[in-house]
């Protein structure tokens, strides 16, 4: 009886870990959460990211909001904000992203409070 729990645990364990070892080759790209805060232009029903260019906004109307407003509002992203990248989270292991579901901090983007960290 005790060399089937021993049995059990060390299998467990194993599974564990080549778990753990395959989840460092799986990569998941962290996607924009709902409240971070972007810039949006009235004129042209665009949104931006905080670190916008000028030009991307001069002349215009701009306030800042949550991404699900601005969604819900049907703002668009501006595209020169997309070819820069700035929508885009960072590119972590499948490891950390399950890390960062049950509440512990990894690397990212975005604070859980939708402040843009870089």
């Not at 021993?6 to 409240?35: A, M, R, W």
């Not at 916008?52 to 002349?59: L, R, W």
């Not at 969604?71 to 399950?98: A, E, V």
Request: aromatic share 14%.
């Amino acid at each position: 009886m005790k060399k089937k729990y021993q049995v059990i645990t060390v299998i467990l364990i194993s599974l564990f870990l080549i778990g753990f070892f395959l989840s460092i080759y799986v990569t998941v790209e962290e996607k924009v959460p709902d409240n971070a805060v972007v810039v949006i232009t009235l004129e042209d029903k665009l949104y931006h990211s905080i670190h916008f260019d000028y030009v991307c906004v001069a002349g215009k109307t701009a306030k800042t909001t949550s991404l699900r407003e601005a969604l819900s509002k049907g703002y668009k992203p501006d595209s020169h904000c997309q070819n820069l990248g700035y929508f885009r989270g960072n590119r972590r292991f499948l490891f950390h992203h399950l890390l960062s579901k049950i509440g512990i901090e990894v690397s990212s983007r975005w604070d859980k409070y939708g402040n843009w960290l870089w």
